[in-house]
């Protein structure tokens, strides 16, 4: 058995070459004794970040804890059992060389780094990749080109399997935490230059997202040229060609090539990264030895928070304690078996673990916020066997009910102003700081959301909102899956876009007697691409269209006297961009136009909320042994 109890030796600032001679720096945690680097070969856990290798990551905190822990003390963790621990800086950031092009580098610099690192006299050539967000999607992005070496990977809240649909573009739309994400980064690049790092600070950015579209050479980003042209380049690639099929944007067109290694997928039902974890594993899993899907009720890397947004999901609800002892141990575990070969019995776990969120008291806690609740369940497979995709055919009487009885064709038509877009209300969001912030929320306008008016108004008294939901529910019922809207649609204009909301109606109490409509999930359809992506076209005035809105997958428990409630518009901003319903890309449109857009129901148009329903008995209730 291999020694462990070792001290660290820390190797600071190795600059690693890449195919260009382009080097990146990197720091190499050893196993040490008495300070001194120990002799013999390790399996090495390696990860790689935008983020500064030497700065603590936000998500490294245990349940209850007030801090991160430092990248010295996490590597000291795994070093001390065994194993060597590298962190690189991306190209371009902080201490590596190159330039920044966000995402574009990764798989090459992955591959390359794969190659160094198991030539090193200290690696026994098996490797483990870990990391969050950006993080993870640099492992996935290396694991693309099957490098040397590569043994297991944990991708945490992030790896794109598609980055068109999920992650810088949704629907067509563009995401805009990559426009704050940028303008957040751009000022940490710009700190050696303390001019342009005024300039950006002194900037207005609640201003210049009310001034939409942004001119390249004339944004908020224009004092930080190189965060600038990506930001453009991803937004203005709307159409899916080959841009998006770039090994680190487009996972999905390589997964024969990824190797079959054990593997780790896990996000949050309120993190940016649902559809890419979820279609990863579903790609991934039948090849591997051993896959693990976790989903928590989570915004994005806040595994041991236990609420998001207004609602708290309870003491379950954290990862610590619930999953696994924590994080840490987790992963400690999960690369001494895959990396050592210890049988420990992390491979026992279910395949699919689930937060269920739902079927909490419906209080406000101390905190004020929502008593949600939710449990953990077990699965064998994702979706789910026993989920049966049920329809909701849209009523002329704003219901939703599960037969197709309308029995007679009938319409919704509302008008969508681009300069009036529908505000942002939580959501599965990240990264939109000061701008916006993900997490459930009651679907109601306040000073905290950007762009809202009508201040203390439910969002379903917008005309521009149509709202259809179900009446009280005589029974529990849940509803774990991919969610998605079939809708028969029209506009007066070339091109728009309609988006749905699916939201738990909560019914009013002494503590909301207004009720509380918890939003859940969402998704936005750019009409132009209603029939291909690569080929968008135009709409026909006044001619119906059956489109497919695609919402990202949940689980909830919606109880018994709650609602079942879908939200139809067309705007969801700053979430997304807005269409200017013109036919020109919204990054670069001049001019707008309001739009009349129908919904159309009845025999001839069954427009339809399509849900995956399984009945609360047939769902396996987990709890760590």
């Not at 600059?15 to 990146?24: K, Q």
């Not at 483990?128 to 640099?138: E, F, N, R, V």
């Not at 219901?399 to 681009?418: G, I, M, R």
Request: with cysteine; glycine share 8%; net charge neutral.
């Amino acid at each position: 058995m291999m020694q462990t109890g070792f001290g660290v030796l820390r190797v600071a600032d190795v600059m690693v070459p890449m195919r260009d001679g382009v080097r990146l720096a990197t720091d190499v945690y050893r196993p040490a004794l008495d300070g001194v680097a120990v002799d013999g070969v390790f399996p090495v856990i390696l990860e790689r970040t935008p983020y500064g290798k030497t700065e603590p990551s936000r998500a490294e905190v245990d349940r209850g804890a007030r801090q991160p822990y430092s990248r010295h003390q996490l590597a000291a963790y795994y070093v001390e059992q065994g194993y060597v621990v590298v962190y690189q800086d991306c190209r371009g950031r902080h201490g590596s060389q190159g330039r920044f092009e966000k995402y574009l580098r990764e798989a090459d610099d992955g591959e390359d780094t794969l190659h160094w690192l198991t030539k090193q006299a200290w690696c026994n050539g098996r490797v483990g990749t870990m990391g969050l967000s950006y993080a993870a999607h640099t492992q996935l992005a290396l694991a693309t080109k099957a490098p040397p070496g590569l043994q297991t990977f944990v991708l945490d809240c992030g790896g794109f399997s598609d980055a068109y649909q999920c992650g810088i573009r949704q629907g067509g739309a563009f995401e805009m935490k990559q426009a704050t994400w940028a303008v957040q980064q751009a000022k940490e690049a710009l700190r050696g230059d303390p001019v342009m790092s005024k300039a950006l600070e002194n900037e207005d950015l609640h201003a210049w997202f009310k001034a939409l579209p942004w001119r390249k050479r004339h944004s908020p980003l224009r004092w930080a040229p190189e965060y600038e042209r990506y930001l453009f380049e991803q937004w203005a690639n709307t159409d899916f060609g080959d841009y998006w099929r770039q090994p680190g944007l487009y996972a999905k067109g390589a997964y024969a090539r990824i190797p079959a290694v054990p593997q780790v997928h896990m996000s949050g039902w309120y993190d940016v990264y649902v559809r890419s974890t979820l279609e990863n594993f579903i790609g991934l899993e039948s090849r591997s030895p051993c896959a693990r899907l976790i989903m928590g009720p989570w915004l994005h890397g806040d595994r041991n928070i236990t609420h998001a947004g207004d609602v708290e999901f309870g003491p379950q609800a954290s990862f610590d304690a619930n999953v696994a002892e924590s994080w840490r141990a987790y992963r400690r575990q999960w690369f001494d078996r895959w990396l050592k070969g210890v049988n420990n019995g992390i491979d026992d776990q279910p395949k699919v673990l689930l937060f269920l969120m739902g079927g909490g008291s419906g209080c406000r806690n101390a905190a004020g916020r929502l008593e949600h609740g939710g449990t953990w369940v077990g699965a064998d497979a994702w979706p789910l066997l026993a989920a049966r995709p049920t329809p909701f055919y849209l009523r002329s009487d704003h219901t939703l009910a599960t037969d197709a009885s309308e029995p007679a064709s009938h319409q919704f038509t509302y008008d969508f102003d681009p300069m009036r877009p529908v505000p942002t209300i939580g959501g599965a969001l990240t990264s939109g700081k000061p701008i916006f912030e993900g997490g459930a929320f009651d679907q109601r306008e306040g000073e905290r959301f950007f762009g809202c008016h009508a201040i203390g108004l439910p969002l379903s008294a917008r005309p521009d909102v149509v709202v259809f939901e179900t009446p009280p529910l005589p029974s529990d019922m849940a509803v774990v899956g991919p969610v998605a809207a079939h809708l028969f649609v029209s506009s007066n204009c070339v091109d728009t876009d309609f988006t749905i909301k699916l939201i738990d109606v909560h019914p009013p109490t002494s503590d909301y007697p207004q009720g509380f409509a918890m939003n859940l999930t969402d998704g936005i359809l750019r009409c132009r691409y209603r029939k291909s992506w690569d080929h968008p076209q135009p709409m026909v005035a006044g001619e119906v269209c059956e489109i497919r809105v695609e919402a990202f997958a949940t689980a909830n428990l919606f109880k018994a006297g709650h609602r079942i409630r879908l939200d139809i518009s067309s705007s969801n901003f700053p979430k997304y961009d807005v269409n200017p319903n013109t036919g020109e890309n919204a990054v670069d449109a001049r001019r707008c136009q309001v739009a009349a857009n129908t919904v159309h129901i009845g025999p001839r148009y069954p427009s339809r909320l399509v849900l995956p329903l399984v009945h609360p008995h047939q769902l396996q209730p987990w709890s760590r042994p």
